[in-house]
């Protein structure tokens, strides 16, 4: 056991020098660095935060009946542009501003249970009541990112690191500016608006509209199957065959003792073998640092001239989730030569 502790110790201690080195060498935040966070991390927080949506199914159909009633109007009679909403990187605020002559219906919470108001509000009214629904749905959304991006902490910890890790992945991938906070309602809004028009055409009964929204969910839905298999090795298929395959080289030590006695004055070939499988895992993970440098800030800059400074905006929402999902697979076929490589 000691001498099988002792070749542990030393090449463990080679992999994780080796590790560090190359991550003070490639250096990226340490929020997004593979010793921290694994492998793609920066692209995980813009494919998680990509689905983000409004969770309460209440508040979402209020803020859609806001939307029918307050905003298409507005929108119709060319007093709101909604070239300018889909560039905005705070769609909400824009909305901030609606015709007082309108009026809308939405729910409120009486002893933490939603019902109908009991008369139709103003429209500047129902913006600032859903601001504050939103406002709580937003918690919630971090909270579930948190634990979904941080499974191994606690969900305290997971909502108090999520907030930092989304402001510093917004800012290395596409040189965003934004609280966590304002990230999340904006991600919220953007899925929210690519629903709208599906949902009033499904309560229209508009069948064109909807077989449109439903083409457009299905070619994303293949889009992510696709691309799923190789995104999932990038995430984190890789490192466990590697965990695994270390245990296992530990594991077979005293069957190489045994294979050395057998082999007399040939036992050191054996050991030697040995040693160099041991070194040879330990190698894995300072590759995963020099991969993880060079995907995350060649994409980075793609990203950031692909979207230019309107990174956060409904326009430009699509391009980079293709981008975060496509690129996740060509590094997930990267990943897979590590062995190789080592």
Known sequence: PKVLADVASLTSKIGSSLTDAAETVFSLPDQLSFSQAGPMFAHRIL????NLAIKDPVISSDVLAFYRECIIPDINTGYLDIAQVRKSDNIWQMFNDTNPGRYVTI???NNGKWQWMSGAVTCPQAYNLLTNSLTGDVTDNISQ???TLNPHVNSVAAAGLVQGQLETGYS????VSASATD???QKMMINFMNEASTRIAAADGDVAGMQIGIAQSMAEAQMQTTYGTMRKIAEGALPKIRNTLEAIIYALFPIMIIIAVVLGHKALSAVFMYVKLAIW???WPM???VFNFFITFTDSKIMQA???TDALSQAQAALINAGTVSDMYIAGMLLMSIPVVA
Do not use: D, F, N
């Open 183 to 185: 990230i999340v309602r």
């Open 172 to 175: 290395t991938m596409l040189a």
């Open 281 to 283: 895992i330990q190698l």
């Open 47 to 50: 494919q998680e935060s990509g």
């Open 107 to 109: 729910h409120e919470k």
């Open 145 to 147: 990112l948190g634990r």
């Open 306 to 308: 692909q979207a230019g």
């Open 287 to 289: 590759l995963y640092a």
